[in-house]
């Protein structure tokens, strides 16, 4: 009963449109698609080109470099550059709990890492930006 108070309540039963009021179901729809489509339009922008712009271009040996697996050694080195205090996820751990349980957690982080390579996205709800400024600082 709750539920169907509720759909009559945000039903939208029309709109005006230069003054006039459309309820006919078909209508409205095509009108709000055009006000959609009207208001987010991206204007005609001037754009910059860069005709003429030579950018170095890494070797084949950078290349395949990039597209290694993150080693253990290099995560490691990551985590202990970081300050013991701080946090990199909204749960509180510390990097001094990372560092001084390293042998017990080290395993799950390596797999993370692995996971991460394999599928190149992070699972949901997962806070990157620890890796994201640990990349930037190596």
């Not at 509720?6 to 095509?30: S, Y």
């Not at 709000?32 to 070797?59: M, S």
């Not at 996820?89 to 991460?116: A, Q, T």
Request: proline residues 4%; contains cysteine.
């Amino acid at each position: 009963m709750l539920v169907n108070s509720n759909r009559r309540f945000n039903t939208l039963r029309g709109v005006f449109v230069n003054g006039l009021w459309i309820d006919e179901p078909k209508r409205v729809k095509e009108e709000i698609c055009l006000y959609i489509e009207n208001r987010f339009q991206e204007e005609d922008w001037v754009r910059p080109k860069l005709d003429g712009v030579r950018f170095k271009a890494i070797g084949q040996q950078q290349k395949s470099k990039m597209s290694e697996p993150i080693n253990e050694t290099e995560i490691k080195v990551v985590v202990w550059e970081c300050g013991s205090d701080e946090t990199p996820g909204p749960d509180g751990v510390n990097f001094e709990f990372v560092k001084e349980f390293w042998e017990f957690i080290k395993s799950d982080v390596l797999r993370f890492m692995d996971e991460f390579f394999v599928h190149e996205k992070f699972p949901k709800g997962c806070n990157a930006s620890f890796l994201r400024s640990a990349i930037r600082k190596t």
